[in-house]
């Protein structure tokens, strides 16, 4: 079992900058790929980024890519996203979710999911 705890999502006005983290606790941290999706009102999950196991692959969604920067820190078991140039449409529910696999952005080869963190950004 694993537990993830999203922190950092505020309110920002267009053009500012966030850094989301998530704690993992339970399994062994570095075993797993971990990722970002978000959700808006009315809308399914959207992928964001994953980054794979040993923290060398990532990947991002097009909308977000050369903006948001995924890292983690497998000694302190914390996967980070840092989001720069916001948008108003970045407005969502952001949820950390761990797999055991490879990187994915199929929400469903995540087995493990945060509570999420609520980001707005005001225009």
């Known amino acids: 079992q694993v537990q993830l705890v999203e922190s950092g999502g505020g309110l920002v006005q267009a053009g500012g900058s966030l850094r989301l983290s998530c704690a993992a606790s339970g399994r062994t941290f570095s075993n797993y790929a971990k990722a970002w999706f978000r959700q808006a009102p009315g809308t399914g999950r959207e992928f964001v980024a994953t980054i794979s196991r040993s923290g060398l692959s990532t990947y991002y969604a097009d909308s977000v890519k050369g903006r948001f920067t995924i890292s983690r820190d497998n000694a302190k078991n914390t996967v980070y996203l840092q989001m720069n140039s916001l948008k108003p449409e970045d407005t969502a529910v952001y949820y950390c979710?761990?797999?055991?696999?490879?990187?994915?952005?199929?929400?469903?080869?995540?087995?493990?999911w945060g509570q999420g963190t609520q980001v707005t950004v005001s225009s």
């Open positions: 979710a761990a797999s055991p696999g490879y990187g994915d952005r199929r929400s469903t080869m995540y087995d493990y």
